[in-house]
Nanobody
């Protein structure tokens, strides 16, 4: 049974920081591209950051220079360090694991989400 469990969300003031964690189980974690998505009320879920199994990272333009994604394969965990948070960063943050095997079959899993609120 695959599980992705997020933690670290909460309420933070504008300009503050949070660190999200996502612990995976039931998959060979190191083989997966891991991503963080967020969904604000009334908006579509959007990709915030991703890190490949090789360690290459990518970010949404809106978070470049403020957010950092990293992974620790020994702990089956991916992190999202979020700095200089603003109200537009608020939403439910979801952890995602995906890979395409040699047959071209895509495996994808989602966590349950963790709420991030940015407010004074």
């Amino acid at each position: 049974q695959v599980q992705l469990v997020e933690s670290g969300g909460g309420l933070v003031q504008p300009g503050g920081s949070l660190r999200l964690s996502c612990a995976g189980s039931g998959i060979i974690f190191s083989m997966y591209t891991m991503g963080w998505y967020r969904q604000a009320p009334g908006k579509q879920r959007e990709l915030v950051a991703a890190i490949t199994n090789g360690g290459s990272t990518s970010y949404a333009d809106s978070v470049k220079g403020r957010f950092t994604i990293s992974r620790d394969n020994a702990k089956n965990t991916v992190y999202l360090q979020m700095n200089s948070l603003n109200p537009e960063d608020a939403g439910v943050y979801y952890c995602n694991a995906r890979r395409v095997n040699f047959l071209g079959i895509k495996n994808e899993y989602w966590g349950q989400g963790t709420q991030v609120t940015v407010s004074s």
